[in-house]
């Protein structure tokens, strides 16, 4: 006799594998699993394969390879002459510049817009929903051209500031008192110069670090008159008056500094072809981060009011009869609640704004895509090795912002004690 | 573009085993199709007309081997490419001849693993700049803004010429001709510069011709020719003696309005070769006697090629130059049919 209440003996049949609740789940995983590694397996053996039948090797040896080609913005010295590896670092960091350039300013406007969808005066909200759905609906590209024709239909050619000797005169003008020039190429601006430069320190140019020593021994002469205020404020009941002091503290000593060291600007002077001097902020950079940021910041609009929306209508009314004023309410109790909803979708916005830029090459702004992705792809047939490593610094970009932001996002997010 | 580079590495990558190496001329043969690759549009040289037929210099090279090996010159489906792309398209299986502009250099030919098969037009680089900039030679485009297409030759060139006479330059990539001449329409550059016939070609497209200079410096030799994918000797040889047999055709004096009359034998034993009246040349490399023939019928030889496309009877008006018979003080000059 066998007690009723003892289980059937354990026995294992395959189909338990199927029909078994307990081992189905781990019976796909295991299949997709294995289809997965066969597809990658398949890829990569097809690609070796292949690369063996067009007498190609894999070899990352070009990027030492002399380059031979130029670059129209280089943050870092670059000659023709350097090594293709470095032509990727000039791409890189152009990438990283206009990504940078164009997710601070499409936070600032995505908040600004986004704050104003929700106001309550009727035009405002309509034109932020306008602007929002226009940019929201367009495809990027398409703005960057657009934005792109204006820019070099427009303004005029530098060749217009050339003074006719004739006649005395120009066909356009520089502005802000000759020193500032619009032109289709570039807005030339003037640089500064120091005739008697202390030295460089740690690799931060003389005027840099002495400006910032000066600047930090006004703030710490600044927080000693703020806390002698203070004192005089609770010893006699009155506060002395300090605003001037702060101004002069804040101000004289890193102006001193640096006029003590010969400073004076670089004005850009036209010169044959183009403008001679000063700093050129291509075109190409300020529409292409235009665009990234006005088409971005439709959607941190978005977002930024679905964030502002989440908080619940309470919080504003008790804000309000505790006496806030609208500005306050927003500032000191709504967003940054709202900034928890916000941080998350906000990371992607970043996320695709970077990968966006990649979009340069229509407006020839010479970024990761444009050097390695491009010429250097180009003038070395070295595709696979250029497309994945291209691909991997992308990657590492995006992972370095998302990174960031997740701390940020941990430092704001609700604290559950 | 940016989609099919790419694509072009995903296909290079996976999705062709074997086709570089497999008999393209079978492909073409089976696909009753020849996909040549051409550029987006430079008149002239390759651009489709208002009714959507390309014409030009290099699209008939393309006609001349599809009437060669398909029998029908109108059997090609161009695929046009840019500077950045087509090399890709190439590798890749995309198109089995290259015809676009390009230049014949050592590395195209063995680290890309291409084969030129011949010189259909022997260029170099220039420059073109508006006549009201008052500049006369290039040595004087210090400073300057100049448009360059990406992907070529003649971005390197560029860059070594203006630092051998110690110039500087600001240069603006662009990705393809109509791209670089709205921007040097709209005076984004100072200066554009690719091959001499394309700057001709580009020009004579412009509204106000008579405003822009070419500059006299040529800074570079440019043999632009049609290119096939480096291992499949049996096509790459179709081409070249296609291209051979254009210019063959006029050292001999077979055009288009003869070679009917020619083709019934004549005392020429190389024209009667080239022809397919004598011998079978054609079988030597897969194809039948009249190989030849059609690919003269298709669009005539060389010269009349030249004269109808590109010649000073058109408006891009390139006289032959280095491009004359090697009996006329030119460099063309092709290996005996026999
Ligand atoms: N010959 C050079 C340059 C070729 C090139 O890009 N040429 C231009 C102007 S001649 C062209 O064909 N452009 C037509 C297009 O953009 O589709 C090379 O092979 O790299």
Not at chain 1, 150 to 177: D, H, K, Q, Y
Not at chain 1, 265 to 294: C, E, M, Y
Not at chain 2, 29 to 42: Q, S, Y
Not at chain 2, 164 to 169: E, F, L, T, V
């Amino acid at each position: 006799m066998t007690d009723v209440d003892m289980p059937p003996k354990q026995t294992f049949r395959l189909s338990q594998l199927i029909y078994d609740t307990r081992y189905r789940s781990l019976t796909i995983q295991v299949v997709v699993f294995m289809l997965f590694m066969a597809g990658a397996a398949w890829l990569v053996d097809n690609t070796i394969q292949n690369l063996k039948v067009l007498g190609k090797d894999f070899n990352f040896g070009f990027l030492w390879n002399r380059a031979g080609y130029d670059i129209g913005q280089t943050l870092i010295p670059y000659t023709n002459d350097s090594t293709h590896f470095r032509a990727m670092l000039v791409g890189l960091l152009n990438t990283l510049l206009v990504s940078f350039l164009g997710c601070v300013a499409a936070t600032v406007i995505g908040i600004f817009v986004g704050v104003l969808r929700l106001s309550s005066n009727w035009l405002v909200a309509r034109l932020m929903t306008l602007y929002v759905e226009v940019f929201r609906n367009v495809p990027l590209l398409l703005w960057i051209l657009v934005i792109y024709a204006i820019f070099t239909e427009v303004m005029p050619v530098p060749n217009a500031f050339r003074v006719n000797p004739a006649t005395g005169e120009a066909a356009a003008s520089m502005l802000f008192f000759d020193t500032v020039a619009l032109t289709n190429r570039y807005t030339a601006i003037p640089g500064v110069l120091f005739s008697n430069p202390l030295p460089g320190i740690l690799g931060l140019a003389g005027p840099l670090w002495s400006a910032l020593v000066a600047l930090a021994g006004g703030l710490f002469l600044n927080s000693r008159l703020k806390a002698r205020a203070t004192r005089i404020q609770e010893a006699t009941g009155t506060r002395p008056s300090t605003w001037w002091a702060t101004l002069l503290l804040l101000t004289l000593p890193w102006m001193a500094v640096l006029w003590a060291q010969g400073f004076h600007l670089d004005v850009p002077a036209f010169n044959r072809f183009n403008f001679q001097g000063g700093i050129k902020v291509t075109n190409a950079l300020v529409v292409l981060w235009l665009a990234l940021s006005l088409y971005t910041g439709a959607f941190v609009a978005e977002i930024v009011r679905a964030g502002i929306m989440a908080i619940s209508k309470g919080q504003t009314e008790a804000a309000a009869a505790l006496g806030l004023r609208p500005g306050r309410i927003m500032s000191l109790v709504i967003l940054p609640q709202a900034l928890r909803v916000i941080i998350p979708p906000l990371i992607s916005q970043f996320l695709n704004l970077t990968k966006n830029s990649s979009l340069a090459i229509a407006v020839g702004y010479m970024d990761l895509r444009g050097t390695l992705g491009g010429i250097t792809l180009n003038q070395t047939g070295r595709e696979l090795e250029a497309i994945l490593l291209m691909m991997g610094l992308y990657l590492a970009i995006s992972l370095g912002i998302s990174g960031v932001m997740n701390v940020y996002n941990n430092a704001v997010k609700l604290k559950e004690r | 573009m940016k989609k099919s580079v790419f694509l072009g590495a995903l296909t290079v990558a996976s999705f062709v085993a074997g086709a570089a190496a497999a008999a393209t001329l079978d492909d073409v043969k089976a696909r009753g199709e020849l996909n040549c690759g051409v550029n987006t549009g430079l008149v002239g040289f390759a651009a489709p007309d208002a009714n959507g037929n390309w014409a030009g210099f290099d699209v008939a090279i393309c006609k001349a081997v599809a009437a060669a090996v398909l029998g029908d010159s109108s059997k090609v489906k161009y695929v046009p490419t840019t500077g950045q792309t087509r090399f890709t398209a190439l590798a890749s299986g995309e198109i089995d001849l290259l015809v676009r502009n390009s230049t014949w250099t050592f590395t195209r030919d063995t680290d890309l693993k291409l084969d030129f098969a011949g010189v259909n037009y022997y260029d170099g680089q220039g420059f073109m700049v508006r006549r009201d900039l008052g500049v006369s030679s290039a040595k004087e485009l210090d400073g300057a803004t100049v448009c360059i297409q990406t992907g070529t030759t003649t971005e390197l060139n560029l860059a070594d010429f203006f630092k051998a006479n110690n110039m500087s330059y600001q240069p603006i990539a662009i990705d393809t001709n109509a791209e670089g001449e709205q921007q040097y329409l709209a005076g984004a550059c100072d200066a554009y510069t690719t091959d001499a016939s394309g700057l001709a070609a580009t020009r004579a497209a412009f509204a106000d011709p008579e405003n822009h200079i070419i500059l006299p410096e040529i800074i570079s030799k440019e043999p632009l020719g049609p290119v096939v994918r480096h291992g499949d000797n049996e096509w790459g040889d179709i081409v070249r003696w296609t291209l051979n047999a254009l210019v063959a055709a006029e050292e001999y004096g077979v055009t288009s309005a003869n070679i009917e009359e020619l083709s019934k034998g004549t005392q020429n034993p190389e024209v009667n070769r080239l022809l397919g009246t004598e011998g079978d040349l054609g079988a030597m490399i897969g194809l039948d006697k009249e190989w030849a023939k059609r690919a003269i019928a298709a669009g005539g030889n060389y010269g009349e090629i030249f004269a109808a496309n590109i010649g000073e009877q058109t408006p891009i008006g390139l006289a032959r130059g280095l491009n004359a018979q090697w009996t006329q003080g030119g460099l063309l000059y092709a290996p005996p049919f026999r």
